[in-house]
């Protein structure tokens, strides 16, 4: 998983405008001649240049095209040029994931997984190392704090801070604090470190690449909550994309970084930058968990209205979906997992 927004490039930016004026197509793709693939802005694009282009040179070998990379300013942005097939294939984030598939006729085929070994990652608040914040002085609600959020469909920028922190508290931010500011994880975490923001939303990914590249940054911030463990990132194709384009994009995926030898550890190093391990087949179940991360949201939200009709209504939409991820679970042969 990795942290996740940044100015588009111009050409970017127009890619996107252009989304506004059209309307998606129907028909069944051709064989593409380019294939764009989205990445999650996570930081500045200059750097996400530096760090993707590898891995996609070696995409593009693989699959017998050229691969044209598409740098979302935020995750709309994803969203939108897949919807309009602007995009082919991308990497997301779960809850950016999830609008791909509802809206945006999108389908998950991989996933990525950590190189730590833990199988997923965790939301996290930050404050300044030097400051005297502690999580009951951001729970106060009493607008003395500035608090810096991600991506309204980042999932550990806000999903999940809100599923796990905030709503069982009655709190929303715009309410609670004296400024919000909605930046990716990388700005959030300078802007904290630098006493620019008291509070702010990040991930504990993005936390350990930082302090690979350097220590002096996240030296100046600490942890004051952490969420459960989140699932790992999908990665997402148009489902109308060419079937001989899929299968290339699968072993591709399936294969980057495996076994031994010079050039999978030279893949390896490259998704060690990324804090990716490599990737593993999956489907749209792996959205699951965001899913009833979504609900749960939804139901406490209701409960804390008082609407009988809306309690109901979010509760019964909670359980049907906590039900399909156990009986998941339980095909699996797996424990079920406590439920937010």
């Not at 993707?52 to 044209?68: A, F, N």
């Not at 509070?199 to 690979?212: F, G, P």
Request: with cysteine; net charge neutral.
């Amino acid at each position: 998983m990795i942290a996740r927004r940044q100015l588009l490039s111009s050409g970017a930016a127009a890619l996107t405008l252009a989304a506004c004026s059209q309307k998606p197509a129907t028909n069944p793709s051709a064989p593409p001649k380019v294939l764009n693939f989205s990445i999650l802005a996570t930081e500045n694009s200059t750097s996400l240049e530096s760090f993707w282009r590898p891995i996609l040179d070696d995409m593009q070998k693989s699959i017998g095209v050229p691969v044209k990379p598409f740098y979302g300013s935020n995750y709309t942005a994803l969203i939108e040029a897949m919807r309009f097939k602007q995009t082919d294939a991308g990497w997301f984030s779960n809850l950016s994931g999830l609008e791909a598939v509802r809206r945006a006729g999108g389908e998950v085929f991989a996933r990525t997984f950590d190189p730590s070994g833990e199988d997923g990652y965790r939301s996290i608040l930050i404050v300044p190392a030097k400051s005297k914040t502690t999580l009951d002085d951001v729970l106060k609600c009493d607008k003395t704090l500035t608090m810096g959020m991600g991506d309204a469909k980042s999932t550990s920028g806000t999903l999940a801070p809100m599923t796990y922190l905030f709503a069982p508290h009655d709190i929303r931010p715009e309410n609670c604090f004296k400024t919000v500011r909605n930046g990716n994880h990388q700005a959030n975490l300078f802007a904290v470190s630098n006493g620019v923001l008291d509070v702010a939303t990040n991930n504990s990914t993005a936390i350990r690449l930082q302090r690979e590249r350097d220590p002096s940054v996240t030296d100046k911030v600490r942890v004051i909550w952490e969420s459960p463990l989140l699932p790992e990132d999908p990665i997402i194709w148009r489902k109308d994309l060419d079937p001989a384009m899929k299968e290339k994009l699968r072993q591709f995926f399936l294969t980057y970084a495996e076994g031994e030898g010079a050039e999978a550890q030279r893949q390896r190093d490259l998704l060690a930058k990324l804090s990716i391990g490599g990737f593993r087949p999956s489907d749209d179940n792996h959205l699951l968990p965001v899913r009833e991360m979504e609900a749960t949201d939804n139901y406490i939200e209701a409960k804390n209205s008082g609407d009988k009709a809306k309690i109901a209504e979010t509760e019964a939409a909670l359980n049907a979906i906590r039900a399909q991820r156990e009986a998941l679970a339980a095909k699996a042969g797996q424990a079920p997992a406590t439920a937010p």
